[in-house]
């Protein structure tokens, strides 16, 4: 455990700048959002931004991206096929405990079932995450009912705690400790873990009177979205009021379905097409219509279930070792239907279907 | 490259050897791999597919017909979108992309000395070809073989080149829904053979391939004759992306075709609860 001034922080941002692309929190002033990217450099970074609307896992899981370039000739029959993969160090700076839950969802994901996802293990190879403790939660936050937060507790390599007018700075890895060592942090003690704690007690308490847009109590539901005990007049009113837009997805730190497709590349020869995975949404009609037209989840209640399947289900879970929700809230922000997760839980909870 | 047997993630360079047609629209390709260190170690369980590379225009599942054994490497394609229409256009000595064989497969092992029947409608014979001819290179292991094949017309009926073959060592029986003054064999759809054939209930197991509509008319008869759901077996059809359980397209309640699948029992296709 050490300790660094306020003042000081994104000295560490700094450092990492020097070997890592940059990424982290701060306020976009055409929109007025708060968003996670890459910076140009730390001074760019307000650890005081608000929750960002879209979780970092774009920098593991782009929205669009290039996996193989191939071409094939067929004049010479020669056919050249390069994969993309990119290890490119990142250092991702200020991530909010729910959406570090998010990764490693993503990680138990893509690295832990009986494949191993190539492209992402690249990407994850040289990932550094600091992260940062929630002393507040927003107006959206529910993660303390899906043990997404407010702290996080395993999966970074250094995290943040505001203290005041100092960060308590602890090390999950060694790669951290490395890095606080060669700063020279102060050393922390017993007195700062335990002010740490308040804090944290401090935040859940304020749930209650701050986070008031959602409450999701999602053990009530996990076990019957599992069984599936639940009247087919509920989802067909969640159905309903889907647009199909797929904006739940994009901005979940869990969803992580992706479509591929096969381009010609851009400004390139005749023969040369990219391999392009982008990101997906089972909202999407398309989603599963297979080729010839047929479509086995053609209603739209019957698509809209499954990312309520995928968040909630113990079938799921024990992908993720944890529920598929970490309880951000954006689904819920997002949602022009008003069908984000906690609604969700709601209808399901009290059977309400009119 | 192969881990653990498979090509999981850049294809496989192979070479088209000859093209056969099958039926209108349906063509089967000989395939061989470029690198023959993969050529000699490919293998793959019947019932378990690959995922094949159009270059240029992208991948889609495919099953593999042919026996695990002693059969040449091919697959069957109908062209009916982007990538299977542009493989349609190739012609031998073109190259195409594999990666697999992924999936489960049939469970061989577990139904030694049962009466095997074989149902299928159209193009549902390509995914049960593999066991077909597995089971009658170890004819000795099973009880009655029972082949029941409903096409369309005469001219849909997919492997006529089998059909003799076939014949002569299991019972088959082949119908078509509009028959041709020339055709002999049966007429009608072809849950009508399960009468005809007598087909066993009694330590059997049945795997049924084809559209929606005939699969459930032929379980439904098999289950009013008596054969439990948990002894009809199927492969399922999903728009399928990775074919490695990451893309989540496949999923079919808590399972995805691609790793969980594609060969389920219809007790597990009911219990899922989705649409076919
Ligand atoms: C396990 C398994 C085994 C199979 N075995 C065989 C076999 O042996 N023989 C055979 O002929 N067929 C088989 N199929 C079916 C075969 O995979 C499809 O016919 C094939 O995918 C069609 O691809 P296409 O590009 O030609 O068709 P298209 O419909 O043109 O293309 C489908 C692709 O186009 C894109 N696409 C099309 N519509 C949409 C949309 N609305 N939204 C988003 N994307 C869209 C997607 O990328 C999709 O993958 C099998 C399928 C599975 C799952
Ligand atoms: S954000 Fe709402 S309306 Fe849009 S796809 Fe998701 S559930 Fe449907
Ligand atoms: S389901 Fe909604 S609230 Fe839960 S993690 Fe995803 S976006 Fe956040």
């Known amino acids: ?354 | 490259m192969m881990e653990n047997g498979k090509i999981v993630t850049i294809p496989a360079v192979a070479t088209i050897d000859e093209i056969k047609d099958e039926i209108p629209n349906v063509r089967t390709y000989y395939l061989s791999f470029d690198d023959k260190a993969i050529d000699g170690a490919f293998t793959f369980r019947s019932g378990q597919f690959i995922m094949l590379t159009v270059f240029g225009e992208g991948e889609c599942a495919i099953s593999l017909p042919p026996s695990p054994e002693k059969d040449r490497f091919h697959i069957t394609v109908r062209s009916v979108g982007k990538v299977t229409r542009a493989l349609g256009g190739l012609s031998a000595g073109d190259k195409v992309g594999v990666r697999g064989p992924f999936g489960n497969g049939f469970p061989f092992d577990e139904i030694k000395g049962k009466n095997v029947v074989f149902v299928a409608g159209g193009i549902g014979l390509i995914p049960l070809r593999s066991s077909i001819v597995h089971v009658l290179q170890h004819r000795k292991d099973f009880g009655r073989v029972i082949l029941l094949s409903g096409s369309r017309t005469p001219s849909d009926i997919m492997y006529k080149y089998n059909m003799k073959e076939w014949q002569e060592n299991c019972e088959a029986f082949y119908t078509v829904d509009n028959p041709t003054p020339d055709w002999t064999g049966e007429t009608g759809f072809v849950h009508t053979l399960i009468e005809k054939a007598k087909v066993p209930v009694e330590n059997t197991v049945a795997f049924v391939c084809g559209p929606p509509v005939m699969f459930n008319t032929v379980n439904q008869e098999l289950m009013k004759r008596g054969l439990s759901d948990e002894f009809i077996i199927s492969t399922l059809e999903r728009h399928m992306k990775c074919g490695v359980g990451k893309c989540q397209h496949c999923a079919v309640g808590r399972t995805l075709v691609c790793t969980d699948g594609p060969v389920y029992t219809y007790r597990q296709i009911k219990i899922l609860g989705e649409q076919i």
């Open chain 1, 1 to 354: 455990m050490y300790l660094i001034k306020k003042s000081d922080v994104l000295r560490l941002a700094e450092e990492l700048g020097k070997t890592h692309d940059l990424y982290g929190p701060f306020m976009e002033p055409a929109t007025k959002q708060a968003m996670f990217e890459r910076v140009g450099k730390a001074a760019d970074i307000d650890l005081a931004a608000p929750i960002p609307a879209l979780p970092p896992k774009h920098a593991l899981l782009p929205h669009y991206e290039k996996i193989l370039a191939y071409s094939y000739d067929k004049k010479t029959q020669k056919v050249d096929l390069a994969p993309i993969y990119d290890d490119r160090p990142k250092a991702l700076f200020g991530v909010r405990p729910c959406d570090l839950t998010g990764i490693l969802c993503l990680d138990r994901f893509f690295l832990g079932q009986e494949f191993l996802d190539e492209v992402y293990k690249y990407h994850r190879k040289n990932l550094f995450i600091v992260s940062q403790t929630c002393v507040a939660p927003f107006k959206q936050c529910f993660c303390v009912c899906c043990d997404g937060g407010p702290a996080a507790s395993e999966g970074y390599d250094l995290n943040l705690t505001d203290l005041g007018d100092t960060y308590l700075v602890e090390a999950g890895s060694e790669k951290g400790k490395k890095l606080a060592e060669a700063m020279g942090l102060a050393a922390a003690d017993a007195k700062h873990q335990a002010e740490k704690t308040r804090r944290i007690d401090k935040c859940i308490t304020l749930f209650d009177s701050v986070a008031t847009d959602n409450k999701a109590w999602i053990s009530r539901v996990m076990n019957r979205v599992t069984t599936g005990f639940i009247d087919e007049a509920v989802w067909e009113y969640i159905g309903n009021q889907c647009f199909e837009c797929g904006a739940c997805s994009f901005v979940c730190p869990t969803c992580s379905c992706f479509n591929i497709v096969d381009l010609p590349r851009k400004n390139g020869g005749a023969h040369e097409s990219d391999r392009v995975r982008t990101w997906d949404s089972c909202s999407y009609e398309g989603y599963t219509r297979e080729a010839g037209g047929h479509n086995p989840r053609k209603p739209v209640e019957d698509r809209r279930n499954k990312r309520f399947f995928c968040k909630l289900s113990y079938s799921q879970s024990k992908k993720y070792l944890r529920p598929g929700c970490v309880g951000c809230g954006r689904c819920q922000w997002v949602c022009p239907g008003d069908i984000g997760l906690p609604n969700v839980v709601t209808y399901i909870r009290r059977e309400i279907h009119s």
